[in-house]
């Protein structure tokens, strides 16, 4: 990794899982880190163990609930009044897989509001300073996204709910999110790089919360993940999972507008390299009706915010 020394990285999701090891990683090669988080309790133990593992760490948490437009807005127009540029961000957190349809506090349903919406207004908050960070921007998908199709008429599962399917279009959105992001970028002038990682298949508690979530008996889906990953199959620790994105946001040798995951076998587990665009993302009309709807859902224009 390159000497962050003096960089700001925002990391979402960084209360466990992939965004604590993103953090911890950051921390160690310099940078200061602003983590927002939903829950404060969970923010301040992810602090302590930031600290303990990488004592000289500058670290803060904020409140954010990315199923929440409101929390969004009121988290990035705290950091503008900060004023101090941000560059590096990594669109991390996310939800997987409730078994009953969820929808976030402005109607959205909850994987698509939260994992997509809710880091598409992010960023447009953020914008400007992002745009003086001359930062880079990596959001999460998943190789889920290779097997997404958009339903225009039904994007928030109104009509018919898989937990799955919902899944699976969120993190295609993710995706699209990400290199849309890149040329319009480009277009634009802003100075930003944009990528897109996704870490194959990681044990996280992505595998309890969400599938977990209404639940009164729990899903067997995390004692399988953890079952797997003793063996060793198709599984991986966070420690590896999280390299793509690590690779993505702060390698010199990655770049804009491209992919990034695991090099193994159907992308479960393997060291970070670069991958072709799925073919359910290769559309770029695809990607900017997605933008359009999707400023409209997120209450944002990105022309207005720099």
Known sequence: MPDLTGKLAVVTGASDGIGLGLAERLARAGAELVLPVRNPVKGTAALERLRTSVPRAVASTRELDLASLDSVRTFTE?????????????????????????????GLELQFGTNHIGHLALVA????????????????????????????????????????????LSKLANLHFGLELD??????????????AHPGTTLTNLYASGPNLGRTKRSPQEALMKRLHRWGVFVQSVEAGMLPALYAATSPDARGGRFYGPDGL????????????????????????????SERLARVDFATHV
């Not at 503008?80 to 996310?94: D, F, K, M, S």
């Not at 290779?146 to 799955?164: G, T």
């Not at 159907?266 to 709807?293: H, I, K, M, N």
Request: glycine share 8%; net charge positive; proline share 5%.
């Open 78 to 106: 705290a950091l503008r009044r900060e004023g101090r540029p941000v560059n590096i961000l990594i669109n991390n957190a996310g939800v997987m897989t409730p078994p009953t349809r969820h929808i976030t506090r402005d």
């Open 266 to 293: 159907g992308q479960f587990t393997g060291g970070p390299t670069e991958l072709g665009v799925y073919r359910s993302a290769r559309s770029e009309a695809d990607a900017a009706r997605l933008w359009t709807v």
């Open 183 to 196: 040329r319009r970028a480009s277009a634009a002038g802003w100075n930003i790089v944009s990528n897109v």
């Open 125 to 168: 908050g953020l914008l400007p300073l992002l745009d003086a960070g001359r930062a880079r921007v990596t959001t999460m998908s998943s190789s889920a996204a290779r097997y997404a199709k958009i339903d225009w008429d039904d994007l928030q599962s109104e009509r018919k709910y898989s937990p799955v399917r919902s899944y699976n």
